[in-house]
Protein backbone atom coordinates (compact mmCIF):
# COMPACT_ATOMS: atom_id res chain seq x y z
CA UNK A 1 0.00 0.00 0.00
CA UNK A 2 2.71 2.33 1.05
CA UNK A 3 4.37 2.25 -2.57
CA UNK A 4 0.99 2.80 -4.24
CA UNK A 5 0.61 5.84 -2.26
CA UNK A 6 4.32 7.23 -2.25
CA UNK A 7 4.31 6.77 -6.30
CA UNK A 8 1.30 8.71 -6.90
CA UNK A 9 3.01 11.69 -4.87
CA UNK A 10 1.44 11.61 -2.03
CA UNK A 11 3.70 12.58 1.15
CA UNK A 12 3.63 10.35 3.72
CA UNK A 13 4.20 10.66 7.47
CA UNK A 14 4.36 8.53 10.44
CA UNK A 15 2.73 8.90 13.94
CA UNK A 16 3.63 6.54 16.42
CA UNK A 17 4.55 5.92 20.33
CA UNK A 18 7.43 3.89 19.42
CA UNK A 19 11.08 5.34 20.44
CA UNK A 20 13.46 7.25 18.41
CA UNK A 21 15.05 4.18 17.65
CA UNK A 22 12.36 1.37 16.69
CA UNK A 23 10.53 4.37 14.69
CA UNK A 24 13.67 4.64 12.84
CA UNK A 25 13.83 1.09 12.43
CA UNK A 26 10.37 0.36 11.40
CA UNK A 27 10.53 2.82 8.73
CA UNK A 28 13.36 1.46 7.27
CA UNK A 29 11.84 -2.06 6.61
CA UNK A 30 9.33 0.02 4.79
CA UNK A 31 11.54 0.73 1.76
CA UNK A 32 9.46 4.01 1.16
CA UNK A 33 10.57 7.46 2.40
CA UNK A 34 8.81 9.41 5.09
CA UNK A 35 8.43 12.96 4.65
CA UNK A 36 7.59 13.25 8.55
CA UNK A 37 8.38 10.55 11.08
CA UNK A 38 7.11 11.36 14.88
CA UNK A 39 7.80 9.36 17.77
CA UNK A 40 6.54 9.60 21.15
CA UNK A 41 10.10 10.37 22.30
CA UNK A 42 10.41 13.41 20.40
CA UNK A 43 7.24 15.14 20.66
CA UNK A 44 7.11 14.24 24.55
CA UNK A 45 3.51 12.46 24.38
CA UNK A 46 2.13 9.23 23.69
CA UNK A 47 -0.77 9.57 21.33
CA UNK A 48 -3.49 10.29 21.36
CA UNK A 49 -2.34 13.76 22.90
CA UNK A 50 -2.39 16.33 20.17
CA UNK A 51 0.81 16.75 20.29
CA UNK A 52 2.53 14.33 17.97
CA UNK A 53 -0.20 14.74 15.54
CA UNK A 54 0.59 18.26 15.43
CA UNK A 55 3.83 18.00 15.03
CA UNK A 56 3.76 15.57 12.14
CA UNK A 57 1.17 18.27 10.45
CA UNK A 58 3.80 20.64 11.24
CA UNK A 59 6.86 18.91 9.46
CA UNK A 60 4.53 18.03 6.50
CA UNK A 61 3.32 21.68 5.64
CA UNK A 62 -0.25 20.55 5.59
CA UNK A 63 -3.61 21.41 7.37
CA UNK A 64 -5.20 18.31 9.15
CA UNK A 65 -8.25 18.60 6.63
CA UNK A 66 -5.64 18.13 4.01
CA UNK A 67 -4.65 14.94 5.55
CA UNK A 68 -5.65 11.59 5.96
CA UNK A 69 -4.44 9.61 9.12
CA UNK A 70 -4.69 5.74 8.98
CA UNK A 71 -4.68 4.28 12.46
CA UNK A 72 -4.36 0.94 14.02
CA UNK A 73 -6.09 1.83 17.25
CA UNK A 74 -9.39 3.56 18.04
CA UNK A 75 -7.60 5.33 20.69
CA UNK A 76 -6.42 7.30 17.81
CA UNK A 77 -9.51 8.48 16.81
CA UNK A 78 -9.56 10.80 20.19
CA UNK A 79 -6.58 12.68 19.43
CA UNK A 80 -7.10 13.04 15.37
CA UNK A 81 -10.79 14.08 15.49
CA UNK A 82 -9.83 17.05 18.36
CA UNK A 83 -7.72 18.32 15.03
CA UNK A 84 -9.82 17.51 12.97
CA UNK A 85 -7.81 15.38 11.24
CA UNK A 86 -10.01 13.13 8.89
CA UNK A 87 -9.07 9.32 9.94
CA UNK A 88 -9.99 5.84 8.23
CA UNK A 89 -9.30 3.18 10.84
CA UNK A 90 -7.57 0.42 10.02
CA UNK A 91 -9.18 -2.26 12.42
CA UNK A 92 -7.35 -5.58 11.32
CA UNK A 93 -8.93 -7.83 13.94
CA UNK A 94 -12.78 -6.07 14.70
CA UNK A 95 -11.76 -4.63 17.81
CA UNK A 96 -14.92 -2.85 19.97
CA UNK A 97 -14.33 0.62 19.96
CA UNK A 98 -14.10 2.60 23.09
CA UNK A 99 -16.99 4.02 24.68
CA UNK A 100 -17.38 7.26 23.19
CA UNK A 101 -15.01 6.71 20.24
CA UNK A 102 -15.47 9.70 17.31
CA UNK A 103 -16.19 7.87 14.31
CA UNK A 104 -13.50 7.11 11.32
CA UNK A 105 -14.45 7.63 7.94
CA UNK A 106 -13.71 4.21 7.14
CA UNK A 107 -13.56 1.53 9.33
CA UNK A 108 -12.41 -1.12 7.49
CA UNK A 109 -9.99 -4.86 8.40
CA UNK A 110 -7.77 -4.19 5.12
CA UNK A 111 -6.36 -1.17 3.80
CA UNK A 112 -6.87 -1.89 0.03
CA UNK A 113 -9.90 0.39 0.27
CA UNK A 114 -7.78 3.38 1.66
CA UNK A 115 -7.08 3.70 -1.95
CA UNK A 116 -10.46 4.61 -3.28
CA UNK A 117 -10.41 6.69 0.10
CA UNK A 118 -7.84 9.02 -0.75
CA UNK A 119 -8.55 8.67 -5.03
CA UNK A 120 -5.52 6.42 -6.06
Same mark, same amino acid.
Given at each position: ??? %???????????????????????? %???????????????????????????? %?????????????????????????????????????????????????????????????????
Amino acid at each position: MLP %ALHGDGIALGVVTNCSEVLGATAV %ACTGVEFEAVVTAERAGYYKPHLRPYEM %ALDELGLAADRCLFVAGSAYDLFGTHKLGLPTYWHDRIGMTPPPNAPKPIERRRSLHPLLGVVGC
